[in-house]
């Protein structure tokens, strides 16, 4: 006869194994939904990549390719803000997929390639689809003020809608990243730069960055 202990212990690591299992294919799924959201950015990219090709070798109109570029641009930051909006909602959610740190660095290739694209528009077309901040901050080490930093940036955006804002982790390494800190010449964070005019570097609350995004717009 099985001890009730055994029977106790063989079911108590079948709960488990069952909750693992759970847990294992929700993170696949919702990686898998990240991904999808992902490629869609990275085709995109291709796309403009062909469509500025056709404008170098055949197009002849300046306006026809800052109409593309606008239209472009702003389409994709509303699906790249779509995409941050999950990313942060399933960190906070515990993601252990192991796809996960792929799927996240090519969003932060895609988040650099659109605000290449708005200063892109605001040098060749004479303006910008919209005010940009780039923001950076910590990813691997705790940084509460940059957590801070974040949700203040977010009021920002909510009372101003033609301000956008792309978020870096500087503490990565990654070459694409590092150029933007070397360019603004970022030594701490939080940092926001706006419109590639104004370094603040440090804590600052929502009426001094207002304030500046009017005289850099």
Same mark, same amino acid.
Request: glycine share 4%; with cysteine; charged share 20%.
């Given at each position: 006869m099985t001890s009730p202990y055994v029977k106790a212990a063989l079911i108590t690591?079948?709960?488990?194994?069952?909750?693992?299992?759970?847990?294992?294919?929700?993170d696949a799924m919702r990686a898998s939904e990240l991904q999808g959201n992902v490629n869609q950015l990275l085709f995109q990219a291709e796309s403009e990549r062909m469509m500025y090709l056709y404008f170098q070798t055949l197009g002849n109109s300046s306006t026809e390719m800052c109409s593309y570029l606008y239209g472009s641009t702003q389409q994709k930051t509303s699906r790249i803000y779509d995409l941050a909006e999950k990313i942060r909602y399933y960190e906070k959610s515990n993601l252990v997929n192991a796809e996960y740190d792929r799927i996240r660095d090519q969003y932060y290739l895609s988040n650099a390639?659109?605000?290449?694209?708005?200063?892109?528009?605001?040098?060749?077309?004479?303006?910008?689809p919209y005010t940009t901040i780039l923001f950076f901050y910590n990813v691997?080490? !705790?940084?509460?003020?940059? =957590?801070?930093?974040?949700?203040?940036?977010?009021? $920002? @955006?909510?009372?101003?809608?033609? %301000?956008?804002?792309?978020?870096?982790?500087?503490?990565?390494?990654?070459?694409?990243? !590092?150029?933007?800190?070397? =360019?603004?010449?970022?030594?701490?964070?939080?940092? $926001? @730069?706006?419109?590639?005019?104004? %370094?603040?570097?440090?804590?600052?609350?929502?009426?001094?960055?207002?304030?500046?995004v009017g005289k850099a717009g």
């Open positions: 690591i079948a709960i488990t194994a069952l909750g693992f299992f759970f847990i294992s294919q929700m390639e659109l605000y290449l694209n708005a200063r892109a528009a605001a040098k060749y077309c004479g303006a910008s691997k080490q !705790d940084c509460p003020e940059c =957590r801070a930093q974040g949700e203040l940036l977010d009021n $920002v @955006v909510n009372k101003n809608p033609n %301000v956008r804002v792309f978020a870096f982790p500087a503490d990565t390494g990654y070459p694409f990243i !590092d150029v933007f800190l070397q =360019r603004d010449n970022i030594k701490q964070v939080p940092s $926001v @730069v706006i419109n590639d005019k104004v %370094v603040l570097q440090g804590l600052h609350d929502e009426a001094e960055i207002e304030s500046y």
